[in-house]
């Protein structure tokens, strides 16, 4: 099932541990989510390859998520760019979204984006995550 242009439901449901099944209204946050953030960013940045979207309670907990994890609402994805780094900063700059996290990596860039949209009460709120750390504010770095 196409959610946008470039993004398939199987693709922002994908796991390699099992029965991962969204309801009718996890599907609809998912697809919100497609259109305001990843499709937008695909559009401007090029590759964006999903690596975690849509959690089951099951899956979640395999993976190690968070009890309030919005991959569970279907309302985030773990991204990889081209380059993560710019890609973190044009969404920062350009998009609204509930979680923009910079997820391990170096000053330079973040291993991978953790992204997420709810349908009402985004809080663009922007963080950092590194080893042995809680997550923090975060200020994106300039280009």
């Known amino acids: 099932m196409d959610l946008t242009e470039n993004f398939t439901l199987e693709e922002l ?16 946050n998912l697809k919100l989510l497609a259109i305001k953030v990843l499709q937008p960013l695909r559009n401007a940045q090029g590759k964006v390859h ?3 979207g849509y959690r089951s309670e099951r899956v979640n907990k395999i993976v190690g998520g ?10 985030a994805a773990d991204i990889i760019c081209t380059n993560n780094r710019a890609a973190f900063i044009w969404i920062a700059n350009n998009l609204k979204f509930d979680q923009l996290i910079w997820e391990y990596g170096n000053e330079k860039a973040p291993s ?20 042995g750390k809680g997550y923090e504010p975060f200020k994106p770095p300039r280009i």
Do not use: D
Request: with cysteine; glycine share 6%; charged share 25%.
């Open 112 to 131: 991978w984006i953790h992204i997420s949209y709810k349908r009402a009460g985004n809080r663009n709120q922007i963080l950092r995550k590194e080893h």
């Open 50 to 52: 999903v690596s975690s």
């Open 13 to 28: 449901t994908a796991t390699r541990h099992g029965e991962n099944t969204p309801t009718v209204e996890h599907i609809e």
């Open 66 to 75: 968070s009890a309030t994890s919005q991959h569970c609402k279907g309302e």
